[in-house]
């Protein structure tokens, strides 16, 4: 099945280059990862060095300096032959908070090492199990001591932690109730996780369904230099904000790719696979789930197509990324479930690779925002209805 969405796509190429990259790590490779929970390095330091995670740094700071639209090309590919992004998909999108809100010696220091991969910006420490989506009501405190912060408190769920070699960090500078507004006092870190680890940072693993590295981390007493706070203090909340819906629309990329590959996977197998002398793509039974998870596929990549065109050309694209992302993650999840259901028991089984598709493209309706939170976003900023929380 050609995964290119249409003929006017600008990035055969690059499509075309992740492809072979992604041959070299056939669903064997993901299997055994699987199995024990393992981090696919090889493959994340194939993507560096073939230069895919720099792809939205610009040339000057060294990456290659692709628009949004390159990124989710990358991604989309990287799912839809079968790997799994998630071990660094976040590389790509943080570090736009250092692009746009860091200070120029921040942007020298650290952006030209993680696009040649010398540096790992992989962790994003925001959700706290207080707080959840709640997130300005965070609890993690940094208090400035001269030249220094003092960081206290702990996150959940920050993936990648025991992988990367910077976190960005959302902590509370001011307290809540000496804030005009909930969204004041709270302020981005670069924590350089090699300095800190055993003195004042601690990391722990979490099994999930999924092979997904994600981690709890404790916060006693750990010292930032002040030179690592990114932008204002205090202003903190904004700069995450910004970075959300590059974040959504590259997750909803994705997306796109996890329905194409599940779709391809069912539309071989209805073909080939004959019970009662017939290929069981014969009955409609089995070709309506699977042109109906195409169908939603199809339509939410519009709308992701859609929203990046507007973040690339500097528009608003609140309404789209979010949109976009609850669309495209409930179009994979449909051609997934098609996917099981066209396979009957070997569905299930992992040499298919199948069932782990179908629970690591599950967390997209969960995270990084869940589907709740999209339609109260729509309810409420696109609609104007009354907010509900
Ligand atoms: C595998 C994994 C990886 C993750 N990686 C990261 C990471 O790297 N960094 C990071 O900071 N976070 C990460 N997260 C956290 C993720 O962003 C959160 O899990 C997600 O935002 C939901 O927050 P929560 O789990 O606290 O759920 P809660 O906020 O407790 O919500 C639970 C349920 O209640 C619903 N709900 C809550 N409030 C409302 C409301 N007002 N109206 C309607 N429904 C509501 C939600 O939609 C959800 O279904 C990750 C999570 C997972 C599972």
């Known amino acids: 099945m050609d995964h290119t969405p249409s003929s006017t796509d600008e990035y055969t190429e690059i499509r075309e280059e992740v492809r072979k990259l992604c041959a070299r790590f056939p669903g064997e490779y993901w299997r055994k990862l699987d199995e024990v929970r393992g981090y696919p390095t090889a493959f994340v330091n194939a993507l560096t060095e073939s230069g895919y995670l720099g792809a939205l740094i610009p040339e000057e700071y060294g990456g290659a ?105 959302l902590a509370r500078t001011t307290p809540r109730d000496e804030t005009r507004k909930k969204t004041e006092g709270l302020s981005t870190f670069i924590v350089d996780m090699r300095t800190v680890l055993g003195k004042g940072l601690t990391i722990r693993p979490i099994r999930t369904m999924m092979n997904h590295n994600s981690c709890e981390v404790f916060f006693d007493n750990m010292e930032v230099p002040a030179e690592n706070l990114v932008g204002v203090e205090g202003k903190g909340f904004r700069y995450i904000l910004d970075g959300m819906n590059a974040e959504r629309l590259l997750i909803a990329s994705e997306c796109i790719g996890d329905a194409k590959w599940f779709t391809a996977k069912s539309t071989a197998y209805a073909n080939e696979r004959k019970v009662f002398n ?53 179009a994979s999840w449909a051609a997934g479930e098609a996917c099981i259901q066209t396979h009957g028991g070997f569905g299930f089984a992992e040499e298919y690779d199948i069932e782990r598709k179908f629970r690591e493209t599950r967390l997209y309706q969960v995270a990084p925002i869940s589907t709740n939170l999209v339609l109260s976003y729509v309810a409420e900023h696109v609609l104007g209805m009354p907010r509900s929380y």
């Not at 959840?132 to 609890?139: A, I, Q």
């Not at 339509?299 to 929203?307: D, I, K, M, S, T």
């Open 65 to 169: 300096g692709l628009k949004l639209a390159g990124a989710a090309a990358i991604l989309e590919t990287v799912q839809a032959e079968g790997c799994n992004g998630a071990a660094c998909h976040a590389q790509m999108y943080i570090m736009g908070t250092i692009l746009r809100h860091g200070s120029e010696a921040q942007k020298r220091a650290y952006l030209p090492k993680i696009a040649t991969g010398e540096l790992r910006l992989q962790a994003f420490g925001v959700t706290e199990p207080g707080s959840g989506t709640d997130t300005t009501s965070l609890r993690t405190f940094a208090k400035k001591e001269g030249d220094k912060y003092i960081v206290n408190g702990q996150k959940v769920w920050t993936s990648r932690a025991e992988h990367s070699d910077l976190m960005l960090l």
């Open 278 to 330: 017939r290929p069981i793509g014969q009955n409609q039974g089995v070709q309506f789930p699977i042109a109906r998870a195409y169908t939603q596929m199809r339509a939410a990549e519009l709308l992701v197509r859609e929203g990046i065109r507007k973040f690339d050309a500097g528009e608003p694209c609140g309404e789209e990324a979010n949109m976009a992302k609850m669309l495209a993650a409930e």
